[in-house]
T-cell receptor, first 113, second 112 residues
Framework: DAKTTQPPSMDCAEGRAANLPCNHS???????VYWYRQIHSQGPQYIIH???NNETNEMASLIITEDRKSSTLILPHATLRDTAVYYC??????????????FGTGTRLQVTL | SQTIHQWPATLVQPVGSPLSLECTVE??????LYWYRQAAGRGLQLLFY??????ISSEVPQNLSASRPQDRQFILSSKKLLLSDSGFYLC???????????FGPGTRLTVL
């Protein structure tokens, strides 16, 4: 699975959009980009994933560049409850096998008043 | 809807004692199951995964073992705990077709 690079920390004012970048320059054609977050002392929570098209769900939007070498997770209106470590993970879209996610150190997002 | 349970939530054990952590999933059948460990201030490390009853794959050599006696039950065990086994243990499940993993609440283990 391709390696990802994320900034170690970011701050965001409550109510503003939080844009979390991720570089994955060695991503291959069949690898998906996944985002999870982990609020302190809890298990990671799945947020969103995509292959090449931009994706949106009730939690966030995922913007993937045309060359797929980077992506941005967007939380449109950040709240204090969005304070967490956000993990960007790249893995192959294999089915029928175990999905082995490799978590890096992620980006610690601090949402402030 | 699917839910995943882990117990106990916290555990303090002496070095050399045995360990048994349990994870159960409800609302799905034949899931993939995973055990992860997160040491203090570090990322998650995959320890074991299972694609079916009695089928266990180990990702890293260690003092721990895993078993899957039933379709939706995954157990993490040790015969003799080490100080380095302390950490936050997370169980996760995924469906065969879709790759998203859903995590349980975790067990915080402290070995003294």
């Amino acid at each position: 699975d391709a390696k990802t690079t994320q900034p170690p920390s970011m701050d965001c004012a409550e109510g503003r959009a939080a844009n979390l970048p991720c570089n994955h320059s060695t991503i291959s054609g069949n690898e998906y980009v996944y985002w999870y977050r982990q609020i302190h002392s809890q298990g990671p929570q799945y947020i969103i994933h995509g292959l090449k098209n931009n994706e949106t769900n009730e939690m966030a939007s995922l913007i993937i560049t045309e060359d797929r070498k980077s992506s941005t997770l967007i939380l449109p209106h950040a709240t204090l409850r969005d304070t967490a470590v956000y993990y960007c993970i790249v893995r192959g879209g294999l089915t029928g096998t175990a999905s082995k996610l490799t978590f890096g150190t992620g980006t610690r997002l601090q949402v402030t008043l | 809807s699917q839910t995943i349970h882990q117990w106990p939530a916290t555990l303090v054990q002496p070095v050399g004692s045995p360990l048994s952590l349990e994870c159960t999933v409800e609302g799905t059948s034949n899931p993939n199951l995973y055990w992860y460990r997160q040491a203090a201030g570090r990322g998650l490390q995959l320890l074991f995964y299972s694609v079916g009853i009695g089928q266990i794959s180990s990702e890293v050599p260690q003092n721990l073992s895993a078993s899957r006696p039933q379709d939706r039950q995954f157990i993490l065990s040790s015969k003799k705990l080490l100080l380095s086994d302390s950490g936050f243990y997370l169980c996760a499940w995924s469906e065969k077709t879709y790759n998203e993993q859903f995590f349980g609440p975790g067990t915080r283990l402290t070995v003294l």
